[in-house]
């Protein structure tokens, strides 16, 4: 498989280029000049963590493909941290593509695959608009689906307890009364911005909104206005995309090796 081949399925299907979000990294980050370039071996990852990296090169990757990039934004100075990163990227030819917003908002991406493990019916997409004035579905707006009966109403500690069992996590962040019955939900994956999202869930008539990132005004806010809310791990809530996308692309690409690295959520938590 050569490198332009999988820039292209991705760029066009899995993790579209329109869909990036205003100046975030997408694309080739790290070496990218040699598009012609034969890849055998493919690492699928969250993020570039040492640990990530070391794993890499250790196993003669040629190809990383990551959810976070080395850096995020445009910077001037390098840190000590990125420096030894990049120290180490030199020491065998790895390429590395950064997916970013655009892979939360692809079919098949991180809200999607978020809706689909939590069993709830997909109904319409939560469309922004990015930098260039095109539409990005960056959410899915869901309606509860019940396992035995259809016409149970779900509450929001029903909810809680789906997602502490269906994606692995041990604590549930949430926002709102327990006991409230659930109708229509709003799912933005990732480390998205919510404040704005927030309110326009509410214009789509969502009493519930879930998302990997929620600040603790966008908390005050929900519970003035009486609407639930669910933070749910950041790197749950996108490693389980990007398992999923590992096993599409090595369908894709059946003669390529594909590897997924998992290297656990950062956060640790004192139970």
Same mark, same amino acid.
């Given at each position: ?67 976070? !990039?080395? /850096?995020?934004? @445009?910077? *001037? ?5 990125? &420096?030894?990163? %990049?120290?180490? #990227?030199? $020491? ?46 960056? !959410?899915? /707006?869901?309606? @509860?689906? *019940? ?5 149970? &109403?779900?509450? %929001?500690?029903? #909810?809680? $307890? ?110």
């Amino acid at each position: 498989m050569l490198l332009q081949e999988i820039q292209s399925i991705l760029k066009n299907k899995l993790s579209p280029k329109i869909f990036r979000l205003d100046s975030e990294i997408y694309g080739l980050q790290y070496n990218s000049k040699k598009n012609n370039r034969i890849i055998k071996k493919v690492m699928l990852t969250v993020d570039l963590s040492k640990e990530a990296i070391f794993f890499a090169l250790k196993n003669k990757i040629n190809l990383i493909i990551s959810h976070h !990039g080395l /850096i995020n934004k @445009p910077t *001037n100075t390098f840190d000590q941290v990125l &420096i030894n990163k %990049l120290t180490f #990227l030199t $020491k065998y030819p790895i390429s590395i593509f950064i997916l970013n917003s655009s892979f939360i908002a692809a079919e098949g991406g991180v809200s999607e695959t978020i809706a689909q493990a939590l069993y709830l019916n997909i109904e319409e997409m939560f469309e922004i608009r990015n930098f260039k004035g095109n539409k990005v579905p960056i !959410g899915r /707006i869901c309606t @509860p689906k *019940n396992y035995v009966n259809e016409n149970q &109403i779900l509450s %929001l500690e029903d #909810l809680i $307890k789906r997602i502490k069992v269906n994606l692995s996590t041990s604590y549930v962040i949430y926002v709102g009364d327990l006991n409230k019955s659930i109708r229509k939900i709003c799912i933005v994956g990732g480390n998205t911005p919510s404040v704005s999202y927030i309110k326009k869930a509410l214009r789509k008539d969502c009493d519930c909104y879930i998302s990997g990132n929620i600040n603790y005004i966008d908390a005050v806010f929900s519970r003035d206005i009486g609407l639930s809310i669910i933070e749910i791990s950041h790197y749950k809530n996108e490693i389980i995309a990007i398992k999923k996308l590992c096993n599409i692309l090595s369908l894709e690409f059946p003669y390529v090796e594909f590897i997924l690295f998992e290297s656990n959520d950062p956060f640790k938590f004192y139970h």
